[in-house]
């Protein structure tokens, strides 16, 4: 049973990871959270240095659900995350059509890891740390990590927070039901391109839906709210994101021949040449199918597993996955 002196590991501090941490911790249990990254985020990531930052991971959020509503409300109210109404387009190999929409888009503000840094700034964080084994003894979770080897403490219960094949992985030889479903989930890798400008570029569009390429979004990342203080060096940063299907294909491929097929691509909708670029892959990003579990939470060995690949994709999904496993924990 869970008590209210139970502790609990959740491992992964992306936003779901976060979203179930927080809940548990409010409602009084012992929360640890493990993340294998120096810093929280997860997919919603910003990459940052002393002379520019570029968001290549998700690029904004909507929310549609009146809990993360609410929720994203508590984010704008605390300035972590604001409006992003951008100039959109779509164009679809033939044409541009526009998509400027009156729908909400949020982003993290001054970056997208905001929000993640708001809700992670309670918590008992152990960053760096990659759990690469999780055994049951005696009805506790013994964890050890890459970097650590045998952690000290042992715990009650176990949530993991992470992409599908992961959670398979680290789940196959303790719960191998679990990582059978978390198996049946595929997730494919997604090609990111941050390129700085010294000029900027006179496009109609802050962000721009591709069909038909091997790009699929296109964005000028200094558009978001409160960007343009940090980016000092140069006059524009943009992010260029390769389709999901040619970025499987493309996955091996040496990232400078990547960038240069990414950027020919740009130019044919209106980019240029960048002074500097950056690329980034995104292993496990996005879902080719999606579990419609919500959650899951195993009573009998206590564990559960959170994550958008339960949710239907997005920050929103994740979010309330999290959120989902956790109300549900306390309720058990
Ligand atoms: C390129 C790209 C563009 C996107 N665009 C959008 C968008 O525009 N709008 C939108 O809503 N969503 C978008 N998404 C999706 C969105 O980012 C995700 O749905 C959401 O962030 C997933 O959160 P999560 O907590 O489920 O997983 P993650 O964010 O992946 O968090 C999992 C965490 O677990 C950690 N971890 C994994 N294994 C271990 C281990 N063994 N030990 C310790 N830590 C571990 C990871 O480091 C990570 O921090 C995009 C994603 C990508 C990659």
Not at 30 to 40: A, I, L, M, N, P
Not at 94 to 104: M, R
Request: glycine share 6%; aromatic share 10%; hydrophobic share 40%.
């Amino acid at each position: 049973m869970i008590k209210q002196q139970s502790k609990i590991a959740v491992i992964g501090a992306g936003i779901s990871g976060l979203a179930c941490a927080t809940t548990l911790q409010n409602a009084g249990l012992e929360v640890t959270v493990f993340e294998k990254s120096r810093g929280v985020s997860g997919r919603m990531s910003t990459r940052v240095n002393n002379q520019w930052q570029c968001d290549h991971g998700a690029q904004y959020f909507t929310a549609s659900n009146p809990q993360f509503a609410a929720e994203v409300q508590r984010w704008h109210e605390a300035g972590v995350a604001k409006l992003w109404q951008p100039r959109l387009q779509m164009f679809d190999g033939v044409k541009f059509t526009d998509k400027t929409s009156l729908k909400y888009r949020y982003v993290g503000v001054p970056r997208q890891t905001s929000p993640a840094k708001f809700l992670a700034q309670n918590l008992n964080l152990l960053a760096s740390t990659t759990i690469n084994k999780v055994e049951l003894i005696d009805n506790q979770w013994q964890l050890s990590s890459k970097e650590h080897g045998q952690l000290n403490h042992v715990f009650d219960a176990l949530i993991l927070a992470m992409p599908s094949p992961q959670a398979k992985v680290l789940l196959e030889s303790s719960a191998p039901k679990l990582a059978k479903v978390a198996a049946s989930v595929v997730m494919q890798g997604y090609w990111s391109l941050m390129c700085c400008f010294n000029n900027k570029l006179e496009l109609p569009f802050d962000g721009l839906f591709v069909q038909n390429s091997l790009l699929s979004w296109v964005a000028r990342d200094n558009a978001k709210p409160c960007r343009t203080l940090y980016n000092t060096a140069y006059s524009e940063i943009w992010v260029l994101h390769a389709s999901g299907e040619w970025s499987e294909i493309h996955i091996d491929e040496n990232a400078d021949i990547v960038a240069e097929k990414m950027i020919t691509e740009f130019i044919k909708l209106g980019g240029s040449i960048p002074q500097a670029y950056t690329t980034h892959l995104w292993r496990y990003a996005d879902c080719a199918n999606y579990s419609t579990l919500g959650y899951i939470w195993d009573n009998a060995i206590h564990v559960g597993l959170c994550g958008d690949w339960l949710n239907g994709g997005k920050v929103q999904g994740a979010w309330l996955s999290g959120q989902l496993l956790a109300e549900q924990l306390l309720k058990t």
